[in-house]
Structures are given as C-alpha cells and as structure tokens.
C-alpha cells in the first residue's frame, strides 16, 4: 500500500529541547511539505521540497529546520528557537504540477510543555 | 497577499443538502482544491476546480468561479460520517504552495 507515514502520533518534549518529527513517503513523489495547523487557523505551510538535497522556506520557517537526502524521506526539526511549538504537525507529498493534489500523513502533535 | 474565506460552523440534518462557501483572494491561481479533514486525521483530497463551472463526484460537487473569486461544495443526501471539516485551498503561482483557508466544521444532526 502506497502512502505517507508520520510517527510518532503524538510527542511531548520538555522547552529547549530539539525534537524531529519524521515524515516517509513510498508515492514516488518528488515534492514533499511540511504545514503546521493551529486552532481555528488554517494550514500554514513550514518548508517545501521539490527534489533531493533541495528545500525552500515556506510561510513560517524561523525555528524549524528540514533535510532531503532521500526522495522517500522528509524529516523537520523543531528547533528551541521556535517560540509556540505546540501544534499538530502535517506531512505533505504531491506529484510536480498545478493539477496534482497533495496526499497528507496521519499528522504528529506535538506538546512543548 | 492571500485571503481565502470560508465559515467557521455549519450544521445541516442527515439527508439534506449544504452548500460550504469560499471566497478567495490570491496573487495568482492555479486552481482551487477541497479537502475533508476529520478531527485529528489527515486531510483527505475532495476535488479540484481549474476552470469555471461544476464538477460532480458522486455526492459531492465542486463549482468555480474565477471572475468571482468564488468555489463552494456541495454536499448532496448527507451522512451522519460527513461529518468533518472542509478545506479551501487555493494553489498560486510558482512552486507547488497551496493557500488554505481555516475550513469550515459541519455538523451533521439526526
């Protein structure tokens, strides 16, 4: 079955401490997205990659970190510089082009505490 | 800038139909996209509308209007399961972006 794995499913981490949040892909897609969504806001995307070793900021990229080493795999860092890091943490993956919609992961909440 | 609107709340009664508005305003478009999003879970991909007009699927449509800046959904002989909420996400010009509104939460009642 093809698809897009997030884990864990739920995360909790003490103020200051780094934490990655892994995002696996076995779609064969080459563009792949990190979005953050909050409470009454809608998704609000962190970086976006399009190819291998290649990544762009998105909308709210100060205190995350990403990698793209592989095609399959998108890890996002959630560094102690970012200031509210408690949120629900989606993993996109799409085909290149304007008509491809983007398949999502099951999600990971993070809780800073 | 980015401006996409859509109600916050809705509740409609199982077997009827609702109509989820959403208004748009981006610095280009490349096509408007529904999502449905049960609490906690992913977004799961609902339609997408590049050109003007309706597009039907099963007993969910999607209509677009370009010269509006207007999309609604369709929801046709609503389940108690279509309970959820419904993104509006628009894609802009350059790269892959997808702009999303806050989505709409329908309640389905008995």
């Keep these: 079955d093809g698809g897009i794995t997030q884990s864990p499913k739920y995360l909790f981490r003490k103020e200051g401490q780094n934490v990655t949040l892994s995002c696996e ?16 806001q809608g998704l609000r995307l962190i970086y976006y990659s399009q190819i291998v070793n290649d990544f762009q900021k998105g909308d709210i990229a100060e205190g995350y970190s990403v ?21 629900f943490y989606l993993c996109a993956s799409s085909i290149l082009g304007n008509t491809y919609e983007q398949y999502f992961g099951p999600g990971t909440r993070l809780t800073v505490t | 800038g980015q401006n996409i609107d859509q109600p916050t709340e809705m509740t409609a009664t199982e077997g009827a139909i609702v109509q989820i508005n959403c208004t748009y305003q981006t610095s280009g478009f490349n096509g408007l996209f529904w999502y449905q999003q049960h609490a906690g ?10 050109l003007d007009g309706l597009e039907e699927k099963g007993r969910f449509s999607s209509f677009l209007s370009r ?34 509104g806050t989505g709409t939460r329908l309640t389905v009642i008995p």
């Design chain 1, 25 to 40: 892909q076995n779609l064969n897609h080459d563009a792949m997205y990190w979005y953050r969504q909050d409470p009454g």
């Design chain 1, 67 to 87: 990698s793209r080493e592989k095609k399959e795999s998108f890890p996002l860092t959630v560094t102690s510089a970012q200031k509210n890091p408690t949120a």
């Design chain 2, 41 to 50: 879970e992913a977004p799961t991909f609902l339609s997408y509308n590049v």
């Design chain 2, 67 to 100: 010269s509006k800046g207007y999309s609604y959904l369709l929801l046709k002989e609503l389940q108690m399961k279509d309970s959820a909420s419904y993104l509006c996400a628009v894609k802009g010009t350059g790269a892959n972006n997808l702009f999303f």
